[in-house]
């Protein structure tokens, strides 16, 4: 059965850090490219971060500088460190799996207040 857990949200204000971790279950980690998603309210679904299985990584031009993925095999985790938080990285947060076909994990919620 293939898992996705994330975990790590939270409250936080707007300058501080959180990190991000999603533990994988049911499939063959090292094979999947793997990203974060987010999703505010009232707005689709968006890539935050990707890093592919070799560790090439890429980001969405508004986390630049101050996110940062990583994986790590013999765990079965990827994890986002995020930093310099601001109230429009409000959302929630998804991992995501992918190869020939693709996982998700069931969310989790950051909040940055002003």
């Known amino acids: 059965q293939v898992q996705l857990v994330e975990s790590g949200g939270g409250l936080v204000q707007a300058g501080g850090s959180l990190r991000l971790s999603c533990a994988a279950s049911g499939f063959t980690f090292s094979m999947y490219a793997m990203s974060w998603y987010r999703q505010a309210p009232g707005k689709q679904r968006e890539l935050v971060a990707v890093i592919s299985r070799g560790g090439s990584t890429d980001y969405a031009d508004s986390v630049k500088g101050r996110f940062t993925i990583s994986r790590d095999s013999e765990k079965r985790t990827v994890s986002l460190q995020m930093n310099s938080l601001k109230p429009d990285d409000t959302a929630v947060y998804y991992c995501?799996?992918?190869?020939?076909?693709?996982?998700w994990g069931q969310g989790t919620q950051v909040t940055v207040s002003s």
């Open positions: 995501n799996a992918r190869l020939n076909r693709q996982y």
